[in-house]
């Protein structure tokens, strides 16, 4: 079965300094992968995704993501982080098969600190 | 840009009564989905639904979760006797045909039982 996880619960960085979230997954087949970002009380927005191709993503919002078959891995950056990064991000795995549901990871919350 | 659209943003209910949410989808696409998310924890895939038919529900989708498609445009999440750990975000999600299935989740439909 599919499994998504995120090491990180909470990060903590400085605005204007780099960020990298981890996510790794567990997946049969091909993976195609994502993060989203959940401001408090608010939804799921995509920030990039990956499906083919080029192993590095580049999403909204100046974020990228590099896809690592070999470590499993789908770490999302941003080398300068804005106050109005923090939130939650949640990486997840969905399958090749349309209509299959997505995995979410359990999401890292990230703060930013003046 | 086109959007998941969900009613009602917050829904009070006391416990055992019947809840509806609502969820307009994308107009071009043919899989829906709906997500909940219990304060502080990952979001859970519920169900999917395609062709008018549920396609893959997850062990949460008991018998008191239904779904439905009356017309052509709207998506509904009925719960029929709430209970207290059935407060939650729900998110209506859907997805069109395609390689890489991204789906576009709504802003969510906050439901506390009290």
């Known amino acids: 079965a599919q499994s998504v996880t995120q090491p990180d619960i909470h990060i903590t960085v400085s605005e204007g300094a780099s960020l990298e979230l981890r996510c790794n997954y567990s997946y049969g087949a091909t993976p195609y992968l994502f993060w989203y970002v959940q401001s408090p009380g608010q939804g799921l927005q995509l920030l990039l995704k990956y499906f083919s191709g080029d192993t590095l993503v580049q999403g909204i919002k100046g974020f990228e993501a590099e896809f690592k078959r070999s470590q499993s891995s789908f770490n999302l950056r941003k080398p300068s982080v804005h106050w109005s990064d923090a939130a939650e991000y949640f990486c997840a795995v969905g399958a090749a098969n349309y209509g299959q549901n997505f995995v979410f990871g359990p999401g890292t919350r990230l703060s930013v600190l003046p | 840009e086109p959007e998941v659209t969900q009613t009602p943003s917050h829904q009070v209910t006391q416990m055992g009564q019947e809840v509806i949410l609502r969820c307009v989808p994308i107009?071009?696409?043919?899989?829906f989905y709906w997500y909940r998310q219990i304060l502080g924890q990952k979001v859970e895939f519920l169900v999917s639904f395609y062709n008018n038919e549920i396609s893959e529900k997850s062990e949460i989708f008991d018998d008191q979760f239904s779904v439905e498609r009356p017309d052509g445009s709207n998506f509904t999440l009925k719960i029929r006797s709430t209970k207290l750990e059935d407060s939650a975000m729900y998110f209506c999600?859907?997805?069109?045909?395609?390689?890489?299935?991204?789906?576009?989740f709504g802003e969510g439909s906050w439901l506390t039982v009290v």
């Open positions: 107009s071009n696409h043919l899989y």
């Open positions: 999600a859907s997805s069109r045909p395609g390689a890489g299935n991204t789906i576009y």
